[in-house]
Protein backbone atom coordinates (compact mmCIF):
# COMPACT_ATOMS: atom_id res chain seq x y z
CA UNK A 1 0.00 0.00 0.00
CA UNK A 2 1.47 3.46 -0.99
CA UNK A 3 1.71 5.63 1.75
CA UNK A 4 1.79 9.28 1.30
CA UNK A 5 2.27 12.33 4.09
CA UNK A 6 -0.84 13.94 4.29
CA UNK A 7 -1.34 17.56 3.38
CA UNK A 8 -4.13 19.62 3.84
CA UNK A 9 -3.95 23.15 2.18
CA UNK A 10 -7.41 24.44 3.62
CA UNK A 11 -5.98 23.90 7.33
CA UNK A 12 -5.87 27.28 8.91
CA UNK A 13 -2.62 27.58 10.07
CA UNK A 14 0.06 26.51 7.82
CA UNK A 15 3.15 28.38 9.38
CA UNK A 16 4.51 28.44 13.30
CA UNK A 17 2.54 30.57 15.35
CA UNK A 18 6.32 32.18 16.67
CA UNK A 19 7.20 34.49 13.66
CA UNK A 20 11.27 33.51 14.03
CA UNK A 21 10.57 30.13 13.38
CA UNK A 22 9.61 31.05 10.10
CA UNK A 23 13.66 31.44 9.00
CA UNK A 24 16.49 29.33 9.86
CA UNK A 25 18.55 30.68 12.61
CA UNK A 26 21.31 31.31 9.82
CA UNK A 27 18.81 33.19 7.43
CA UNK A 28 20.42 36.62 6.72
CA UNK A 29 17.19 38.07 7.53
CA UNK A 30 17.38 37.97 11.41
CA UNK A 31 20.89 40.38 10.93
CA UNK A 32 19.05 42.90 8.90
CA UNK A 33 16.16 43.29 11.41
CA UNK A 34 18.74 43.64 14.27
CA UNK A 35 20.97 45.74 12.70
CA UNK A 36 17.81 47.70 11.50
CA UNK A 37 17.51 48.72 15.31
CA UNK A 38 20.48 50.12 15.93
CA UNK A 39 20.00 52.68 13.12
CA UNK A 40 19.34 56.80 14.06
CA UNK A 41 16.01 57.14 12.40
CA UNK A 42 15.51 60.89 12.83
CA UNK A 43 16.71 61.74 8.75
CA UNK A 44 13.53 59.48 7.88
CA UNK A 45 10.67 61.38 6.48
CA UNK A 46 7.27 60.88 8.73
CA UNK A 47 3.72 62.00 9.76
CA UNK A 48 4.15 63.21 12.71
CA UNK A 49 0.50 64.16 13.06
CA UNK A 50 -0.84 60.75 14.15
CA UNK A 51 -4.04 61.87 11.82
CA UNK A 52 -5.38 59.73 8.79
CA UNK A 53 -4.19 55.99 7.85
CA UNK A 54 -1.38 54.15 10.04
CA UNK A 55 1.81 54.33 8.65
CA UNK A 56 4.09 51.75 8.38
CA UNK A 57 7.31 52.36 10.96
CA UNK A 58 10.15 53.34 9.14
CA UNK A 59 12.48 50.56 10.66
CA UNK A 60 10.35 48.34 9.37
CA UNK A 61 10.25 49.37 6.05
CA UNK A 62 14.29 49.94 6.14
CA UNK A 63 14.85 46.32 7.05
CA UNK A 64 12.55 45.90 4.21
CA UNK A 65 14.35 47.26 1.87
CA UNK A 66 17.67 46.33 2.41
CA UNK A 67 16.65 42.55 2.57
CA UNK A 68 15.22 42.74 -0.59
CA UNK A 69 18.10 44.94 -2.87
CA UNK A 70 20.54 42.43 -1.05
CA UNK A 71 18.45 39.76 -2.56
CA UNK A 72 18.24 40.87 -5.62
CA UNK A 73 14.48 42.20 -5.57
CA UNK A 74 14.22 45.51 -7.13
CA UNK A 75 10.76 46.56 -8.14
CA UNK A 76 8.47 47.51 -5.37
CA UNK A 77 5.60 45.32 -6.83
CA UNK A 78 7.99 42.52 -6.59
CA UNK A 79 8.52 43.11 -2.95
CA UNK A 80 5.31 43.76 -2.24
CA UNK A 81 4.40 39.77 -3.57
CA UNK A 82 7.57 38.83 -1.57
CA UNK A 83 5.65 40.07 1.42
CA UNK A 84 3.22 37.34 1.03
CA UNK A 85 5.62 34.60 -1.09
CA UNK A 86 8.87 34.83 1.29
CA UNK A 87 8.62 33.84 4.82
CA UNK A 88 11.80 35.90 5.05
CA UNK A 89 10.55 38.46 4.25
CA UNK A 90 7.34 38.17 6.14
CA UNK A 91 8.99 37.92 9.29
CA UNK A 92 10.73 41.12 8.68
CA UNK A 93 7.35 42.77 7.43
CA UNK A 94 5.56 40.84 10.76
CA UNK A 95 3.20 39.76 8.38
CA UNK A 96 2.49 42.54 7.13
CA UNK A 97 2.27 43.53 3.52
CA UNK A 98 3.10 46.93 2.42
CA UNK A 99 1.83 47.77 -1.11
CA UNK A 100 4.15 49.23 -4.31
CA UNK A 101 2.67 52.63 -3.99
CA UNK A 102 3.97 52.51 -0.37
CA UNK A 103 6.95 50.67 -0.73
CA UNK A 104 8.54 52.69 -4.13
CA UNK A 105 7.20 56.43 -2.02
CA UNK A 106 9.00 55.23 0.96
CA UNK A 107 12.05 55.13 -1.44
CA UNK A 108 11.50 58.61 -2.69
CA UNK A 109 11.12 60.26 0.22
CA UNK A 110 14.02 58.53 2.06
CA UNK A 111 16.37 58.27 -0.94
CA UNK A 112 19.60 60.18 0.86
CA UNK A 113 18.49 58.69 4.47
CA UNK A 114 18.05 55.35 3.06
CA UNK A 115 21.48 55.42 1.72
CA UNK A 116 23.45 56.55 4.71
CA UNK A 117 21.31 53.65 6.80
CA UNK A 118 22.35 51.36 4.07
CA UNK A 119 25.63 52.03 4.60
CA UNK A 120 25.81 51.52 8.52
CA UNK A 121 23.88 48.17 8.01
CA UNK A 122 26.47 47.12 5.86
CA UNK A 123 29.37 48.33 8.15
CA UNK A 124 27.39 46.33 10.75
CA UNK A 125 28.21 43.09 8.83
CA UNK A 126 31.65 43.70 8.24
CA UNK A 127 32.32 44.47 11.97
CA UNK A 128 31.13 41.07 12.61
CA UNK A 129 33.06 39.35 10.02
CA UNK A 130 29.98 39.13 7.32
CA UNK A 131 31.82 39.22 3.40
CA UNK A 132 28.84 39.24 1.51
CA UNK A 133 25.33 41.12 2.84
CA UNK A 134 23.39 38.95 -0.35
CA UNK A 135 24.67 39.96 -3.33
CA UNK A 136 26.60 42.84 -1.85
CA UNK A 137 30.09 41.88 -1.18
CA UNK A 138 31.92 43.45 1.50
CA UNK A 139 35.88 43.84 1.82
CA UNK A 140 37.66 41.31 1.95
CA UNK A 141 39.85 42.01 4.65
CA UNK A 142 39.81 40.17 8.40
CA UNK A 143 38.88 41.60 11.04
CA UNK A 144 41.64 40.62 13.93
CA UNK A 145 38.75 39.07 16.79
CA UNK A 146 37.96 35.98 18.98
CA UNK A 147 35.13 34.56 20.44
CA UNK A 148 34.21 37.17 23.21
CA UNK A 149 35.13 40.50 21.55
CA UNK A 150 35.15 41.86 17.86
CA UNK A 151 37.60 44.54 17.65
CA UNK A 152 36.48 47.97 15.46
CA UNK A 153 37.66 49.10 11.98
CA UNK A 154 40.40 51.86 12.09
CA UNK A 155 38.42 54.51 10.69
CA UNK A 156 40.71 55.04 7.93
CA UNK A 157 39.46 51.66 6.83
CA UNK A 158 36.46 52.76 7.80
CA UNK A 159 36.53 56.06 5.49
CA UNK A 160 37.58 53.59 2.64
CA UNK A 161 34.90 50.92 2.82
CA UNK A 162 32.24 53.61 3.40
CA UNK A 163 33.48 54.88 -0.17
CA UNK A 164 32.99 51.73 -1.82
CA UNK A 165 29.81 50.35 0.01
CA UNK A 166 28.23 54.06 -1.22
CA UNK A 167 28.82 53.24 -5.03
CA UNK A 168 27.44 49.94 -4.49
CA UNK A 169 24.33 51.37 -2.87
CA UNK A 170 23.66 53.83 -5.69
CA UNK A 171 23.77 51.14 -8.23
CA UNK A 172 21.19 49.37 -5.68
CA UNK A 173 19.21 52.30 -5.55
CA UNK A 174 19.56 53.24 -9.61
CA UNK A 175 18.49 49.44 -10.13
CA UNK A 176 15.42 49.94 -7.77
CA UNK A 177 13.87 53.33 -9.90
CA UNK A 178 14.85 50.83 -13.13
CA UNK A 179 12.77 48.20 -11.78
CA UNK A 180 9.59 50.31 -10.74
CA UNK A 181 9.83 52.05 -14.11
CA UNK A 182 9.89 48.75 -15.95
CA UNK A 183 7.29 47.33 -13.93
CA UNK A 184 7.62 43.88 -16.14
CA UNK A 185 5.39 41.14 -15.24
CA UNK A 186 7.17 38.33 -13.25
CA UNK A 187 5.30 35.84 -14.72
CA UNK A 188 4.07 34.92 -10.57
CA UNK A 189 0.61 36.73 -10.61
CA UNK A 190 -2.13 35.67 -12.66
CA UNK A 191 -4.17 37.80 -15.29
CA UNK A 192 -7.25 39.34 -13.39
CA UNK A 193 -9.92 36.78 -15.65
CA UNK A 194 -8.55 33.90 -14.20
CA UNK A 195 -7.78 34.90 -10.35
CA UNK A 196 -10.68 33.98 -9.03
CA UNK A 197 -10.30 30.14 -7.77
CA UNK A 198 -13.82 29.14 -9.32
CA UNK A 199 -12.62 30.86 -12.68
CA UNK A 200 -8.58 29.30 -12.41
CA UNK A 201 -10.60 25.78 -11.50
CA UNK A 202 -12.69 25.82 -14.75
CA UNK A 203 -9.99 27.46 -17.02
CA UNK A 204 -8.05 24.35 -15.84
CA UNK A 205 -10.77 21.78 -16.63
CA UNK A 206 -10.74 23.38 -20.08
CA UNK A 207 -7.62 22.62 -21.04
CA UNK A 208 -7.05 19.57 -18.97
CA UNK A 209 -10.02 18.28 -21.48
CA UNK A 210 -8.32 19.41 -24.67
CA UNK A 211 -5.13 17.85 -23.94
CA UNK A 212 -7.38 14.68 -23.82
CA UNK A 213 -8.92 14.67 -26.58
CA UNK A 214 -5.53 15.90 -28.38
CA UNK A 215 -4.36 12.42 -27.07
CA UNK A 216 -7.18 10.85 -28.19
CA UNK A 217 -7.74 11.85 -31.43
CA UNK A 218 -3.40 11.25 -31.85
Same mark, same amino acid.
Given at each position: ??N +??????? $????????? @??????????H +???????? =????? +?? !????? &????????R??L???????????????? =????????????F???D?????????????????? +???? *??? =?L????????? @???????D???????? &? @????????? !?E $???? @????? !???L?? #?????? #?????D??????? =???? #????????I???? *????? #? &??
Amino acid at each position: MTN +FRSYDRS $QRLLLPPDL @KDWVADDDLAH +FIVEAAER =IDMHA +FH !ISRTG &SGKAQYHPRMMLALLVYCYACGIFSSRK =IEQASWRNVSVRFITADTHPDHDTIAKFRRDNGDA +FQVA *FGQ =ILLLAKELGLL @KVGMVSIDGTKIDANA &S @KIKSLRYDR !IE $QLRA @KLEAD !IADLMA #QAATAD #QADDPDGLSLPDE =ITRR #QNLKDKLDIAAKR *FEEAA #Q &SA
